[in-house]
Each structure stands twice: as C-alpha cells, then as structure tokens.
C-alpha cells in the first residue's frame, strides 16, 4: 500500500523550543517536499528535495530546515520555534517534480 | 501576485446541483494542470489532471482546458455533501515544481 507517514500527527511546543517533524514514504519517489497550510492561503512550500542531500528552498524557507539523508526518509526541523510557525505541516512524495504528488496525512503544530 | 489564481473563494451549491470551479495561470511556462480534493482535516488528493485542450470526464467530475487562455474549469455535476470540501489546483510545466492556487471552498447544501 502506497504512502508518506507523518509522525507525529499532533505537535505542542513552546516557543523558543526546537521541533523536528518526521516523514517516509515507501513509494521509492525521487521527490519529497514539505508544505504548511494556513487558512485561506492554500499550500506553502517550504523545502523541495530532489534527492538524497539535494535540497532547494521553496517559497518560504526561513524559520525552517530540512535533511535527507535517505531517499524514503525528509525530516522538517524548525529551531526555535516562533508563534507564527503554528499551522499544519504536510510532507508529500512524487515519482518525478511535474507529477501527481501523493501527501501525508499532515502534522498539526501549534507554538505557545 | 500569485501565479494560479482560483474563483470562486467559495461557493455554495444546492445538493444535486453542478459546481463549476475556475483555475487560471498567469505563467505561460506551464502546460499541465492539477485539481486536487481536501475533504476538512484531510491531506489533499489528486482527483484529475489535464494537460491536453478540451475536456476529460471521470464520472460526476469533468474539466475542460484552454491553453490558450491558461484557464481550466472543473464541473460536478449531481453534487453530493461528500463533494463538500476545498478544491485546489495546481499548474506544472518544464523544469517548475507545482504552483498551487489557494482554493475554492466547495459546500454542498441538502
């Protein structure tokens, strides 16, 4: 059965505090990508990975960064967590950058 | 601005009715388009795609393409509250990643 898992689906933290989100996916997609969605304002990207260590910002990197240092496995890591990275976090897979993304079922992170 | 701009925001659609969504790029670069379906407190799904002018029917759903234009509609017809959700498109073409629209709101009244 084909999918990305986000772990974890659920995410308080204090503000100032380091944050780490998780995703895989078992589809062997060249492409990974992770986006925040805020009402009203559609699909952000933040980070878009070509490949193992092969990583390009995306439309609104700052406050964030991301690793890949296997093709099934994208992490977002968030230091120092601000008030207004409160939204919800959806990492995604494709076979190529210009094909059907396939998403995971998101993390909801909120900043206190 | 941004380059895939959605109309309506919302839009309200008695049940049976048809819902008909508007997607247009201001990029001339892209040459394929997404609709993606995000039911409330799900991860979007791609539901068709469309690359080719003219119009490609799935069941209830249809989308025409105008490249011309750069503008693709999609149309429900006999819509069903399990229709309710966001509609998202998005437009790829050459090297670009996907440029996503920010959405219209799908409610389906009974």
């Known amino acids: 059965d084909m999918k990305v898992t986000q772990m974890p689906r659920y995410l308080i933290k204090r503000m100032g505090e380091n944050v780490l989100l998780e995703c895989g996916q078992d589809?062997?997609?060249?492409?990974m990508y992770w986006y925040r969605q805020d009402p009203g304002l559609g699909l952000q990207l933040i980070y878009i990975?070509?490949?193992?260590?092969?990583?390009s910002e995306g439309d609104i990197p700052k406050g964030y960064r991301v690793s890949r240092k296997k093709r099934e496995h994208f992490s977002l890591i968030l230091d120092s967590a601000k008030t207004n990275q409160t939204s919800v976090y959806f990492c995604?897979?494709?076979?190529?950058?210009?094909?059907?993304?396939?998403f995971g079922k998101g993390t909801r992170l909120t900043v206190v | 601005q941004q380059k895939v701009q959605q109309s309506p925001e919302s839009l309200i659609v008695p049940e049976g009715g048809m819902a008909s969504l508007n997607c247009t790029s201001s990029?001339?670069?892209?040459?394929y388009f997404w609709w993606y379906r995000q039911h409330s407190g799900k991860s979007p799904k791609m539901l068709m795609?469309?690359?080719s002018n003219g119009e490609k029917e799935e069941g209830r759903f249809t989308v025409h393409l105008n490249k011309a234009s750069l503008h693709t509609s999609l149309h429900i017809r006999d819509s069903q509250p399990s229709d309710s959700a966001l509609y998202l498109c998005?437009?790829?073409?050459?090297?670009?990643?996907?440029?996503w629209g920010s959405g219209t709101k799908l409610i389906i009244k009974p």
């Open positions: 995604a897979s494709s076979p190529g950058h210009s094909t059907e993304v396939f």
């Open positions: 589809m062997s997609h060249e492409t």
């Open positions: 990975s070509y490949d193992v260590d092969s990583n």
């Open positions: 990029d001339r670069n892209v040459d």
């Open positions: 795609s469309i690359f």
């Open positions: 998005a437009a790829s073409g050459g090297n670009y990643q996907l440029i």
